[in-house]
């Protein structure tokens, strides 16, 4: 029977893994689209009907083109960091509680916390690996980056974590079966929104590859095969943190299609932003993550702790 539960476990991995992919492709077309109307023009039109099947014909064209290898390059880690990376941002979709045969950790939050830290690592090497100045700046930034909104990301979780008193995400979706937690939790689902924008190095916090001033960044030295696998983990990051949205705070009906309707809904925000807000100061970031987010979220924190004592005071 162990057997059995085994390869059904490993099944269902792969059609998850092939869905998120899908996904990911389909989420470069709609950021396309979105963009092409926000500046006045049509996004993707030419290939196929309405351009739809355009993000299989980039896939195509990217994987098949000749990958250039920087002479001065760490070969091995310049090599494996993107695959690494991808890996990681496919890594993450297991601690969403889907309530099937996939995996249901009761320390999801921890391993969400974990496997997200890890993923600074990969980029840093990239940048590093390539030995060229400007993904070298790149990457730097985007460690200093992650890293700071990593701290106000884990304050914002504890607040949650304290409300439901567990580390399993799926209590997150018996919580919020009368009301969500945007309503409770209002500015701290502002403050994660915006740490998760720079968590996955989008507009207006993409520093690790600021176009104007560093040429690209940490990925300047990717081209083909590694440059596809890079921006997949980037997509991919984008709708993993939609769907911990969602499961945060807007209800977490997983098992119903609205709960689809209002991760794709994120999606477009993610989106939306990038062709609204042009790109901030590096300072200033640092400013809003360590003199803005930091104290706000710990009060909160603070906050939910003691109204949580004083209803299970109140209790006993």
């Known amino acids: 029977m162990f057997y059995k539960d085994l390869i059904m476990m490993v099944f269902s991995m792969i059609i998850l893994l092939i869905f998120v992919l899908i996904g990911v492709a389909f989420l470069t077309l709609l950021e396309r689209k979105v963009l ?33 290898i920087p002479m001065m390059s760490n070969f091995n880690m310049y090599y494996m960091s993107p695959i690494f990376n991808l890996f990681l941002s496919l890594l993450l979709w297991i601690s969403i509680p889907f309530m099937s045969i996939l995996l249901n950790f009761n320390l999801g ?18 940048g590093w690996s390539s ?22 990301l884990a304050i914002i979780m504890l607040s949650f974590l304290f409300m439901i008193s567990g580390l399993n995400l799926k209590m997150l979706i018996n919580y919020q079966k009368f009301i969500w937690l945007l309503y409770l939790m209002f500015p701290l689902c502002l403050i994660w ?79 939306w932003v990038r062709g609204t807000l042009p790109r901030f100061r590096y300072d200033k970031l640092m400013y809003l993550a360590w003199k803005s987010f930091l104290p706000v979220s710990l009060n909160y924190l603070f906050f939910f702790m003691g109204l949580k004592i004083f209803f299970f005071s109140l209790i006993l």
Not at 110 to 119: G, H, R, T
Not at 139 to 144: D, E, I, Y
């Open 109 to 126: 939050v921890l391993f969400f916390l974990s496997v997200s830290s890890l993923s600074v690592y990969t980029i840093m090497i990239a």
């Open 36 to 68: 092409g109307y926000i500046q006045i023009r049509k996004g993707p039109n030419k290939v196929g009907i309405m351009g739809i099947p355009q993000p299989f014909s980039d896939a195509i064209k990217l994987f098949t083109k000749e990958s250039i």
């Open 131 to 152: 030995n060229s100045n400007y993904s070298l700046l790149g990457g730097l930034r985007s460690v200093a980056q992650t890293i700071s909104y990593e701290v106000s």
């Open 193 to 271: 929104f915006v740490s998760s924008l720079a968590e996955t190095n989008r507009t207006p916090f993409d520093f690790a590859e600021g176009e104007s001033e560093l040429v690209s960044g940490f990925n300047v030295e990717y081209s083909s095969g590694g440059f596809a696998l890079i921006f997949l983990a980037e997509y991919s990051s984008i709708l993993f943190m939609s769907m911990l949205s969602a499961l945060l705070f807007l209800g977490g009906d997983i098992m119903t299609f609205f709960f689809f309707l209002k991760l794709g809904f994120l999606s477009f925000l993610w989106i």
